[in-house]
């Protein structure tokens, strides 16, 4: 990992810490605070993410769960999964997370073969969730994902293909589709039965996963490491 760096860290109900996200910039970090402030809570939580032993009492006081994400860059040219919205609203404000979700995170976090990003219209769908809470924790949580940069623009011609509905939900389900139809992605992961049915159509069903055919697929590859 010596050409690897921490990008940004996500925390929730990890030891005191209720939630928290950190961006690093380049260079050195420094973490500062007063004795009990939860420095070497962050390291802790950055142990994790690489693999040490954890614990019961890492699980904050009255919580069901811990949850720790990072995003790593690396000089390495690796490919890209994107993630359908409905994956992120698996993780709507405090409803428990589905252990399915926990696993994939996981798999998809320690991977070096694959970079996790989201479509930029998928953020804009998430912008216009009516409950202002939820919304403003929906986007503090998703904001760790990288952003697909320079997505194809949809033409006429591949919504023609795609067929279904013109309304604003299906305008972003084409739009994930086109990305991985142009190669600017490798998977797609999606529980969304009509998007499974447009890339059947349009013969792209073997790289538009489920959550369980990604785990499936992502523990297979970590095992061959």
């Known amino acids: 990992m010596g050409d690897t760096m921490i990008e940004s860290l996500y925390i929730e109900n990890f030891a005191i810490i209720d ?22 809570i962050i390291i ?63 798999l998809l976090m320690d991977s070096i073969e694959y970079k ?38 949809i033409d006429e011609n591949f919504i023609n293909e795609c067929g279904g509905g013109n309304n604003e939900n299906e305008y972003v389900d084409n739009n994930l589709l086109y990305s991985l139809k142009r190669c600017y992605v490798s998977y797609l992961i999606t529980n969304d039965k009509g998007i499974h049915k447009k890339a059947k159509r349009l013969g792209l069903e073997k790289r538009v996963l489920s959550i369980a ?4 697929f992502l523990s297979k590859k970590e095992d061959e490491l």
């Open 19 to 40: 939630q928290v996200q950190i961006d690093f910039q380049s260079g050195m970090t420094v973490l500062t605070g007063e004795t009990g402030a939860g420095k070497s």
């Open 44 to 106: 802790d939580a950055i142990g994790q993410l690489i693999g040490q032993r954890s614990q019961p009492s890492f699980v904050k006081n009255g919580a069901d769960y811990a949850f720790i994400e990072g995003v790593f860059s690396s000089n390495k040219e690796i490919d890209k999964i994107l993630l359908d919205t409905n994956i992120l609203i698996y993780r709507e404000g405090e409803k428990k997370l589905d252990n399915d979700i926990l696993t994939l995170s996981r």
């Open 116 to 153: 996790l990003c989201i479509h930029p219209l998928s953020i804009a769908e998430l912008k216009k969730w009516s409950d202002k809470e939820q919304r403003e924790v929906i986007l503090s949580k998703v904001s760790v994902y990288n952003l697909l940069e320079n997505p194809p623009k």
């Open 213 to 216: 055919d990604a785990i499936i």
